[in-house]
């Protein structure tokens, strides 16, 4: 895996903490209980690197890429993985890990958020990420902690950041102009 060098952290800084710079949220008001911690996930973070998959790993058909539009940064959550680039890295993890911590303050969605990949650390970026069966990784930048607020600049970086990885990275979210 690419070490993030100076080259990488140039176009992705600054670093952030969850909900910075959102124009409505805050770490103090949003984060809710169960999802500022990640110690029962360690294991399942994966490392991106050399185009490995991660552990609880599922893809995408071609037809659900077109039906939720995945290739316009749409979003399907039982086949998402999220992704953040922290100070190291980038790590995934699939969005329906439980986590009953997280389950009484967010019945409806008893799973991992980004805050769970952090540990509500600082990252640079975030989003989700889904693999494809033809090969093919499609990204958005959908993390109100971490992605919310990222310029062209920050996306087109963290994009070359993943692709350098190994990964195939297709991307039209936003129309970047991949």
């Known amino acids: 895996m690419p070490i993030l060098s100076e080259k990488y952290i140039k176009g992705l800084a600054p670093l952030i903490g969850p909900y910075e710079g959102h124009p409505k949220k805050t770490i ?13 996930f360690l294991e399942l973070i994966h490392n991106g690197q050399d185009n490995q998959h991660p552990q609880a790993f599922v893809q995408v058909t071609l037809t659900e890429v077109s039906l939720y539009q995945l290739d316009k940064g749409g979003s399907f959550a039982a086949k998402a993985f999220l992704w953040v680039i922290d100070s190291v890295s980038v790590k995934i ?72 990885c190994g990964y195939e990275v297709i991307n039209v979210e936003d129309n970047i102009g991949l």
């Open 28 to 40: 103090e008001n949003d984060l809710l209980e169960g999802e500022g911690h990640n110690d029962e």
């Open 93 to 164: 993890l699939w969005e329906l890990t439980p986590n009953a911590r997280r389950g009484p303050s967010r019945p409806d969605k008893p799973y991992v958020c980004h805050t769970n990949i952090t540990g509500s650390g600082k990252a640079y970026i975030g989003g989700e990420m889904y693999f494809c069966e033809d090969g093919r990784i499609f990204l958005n930048f959908s993390s109100d902690r971490y992605g919310r607020v990222a310029t062209n600049t920050k996306k087109q970086a963290a994009i070359q950041y993943i692709r350098d």
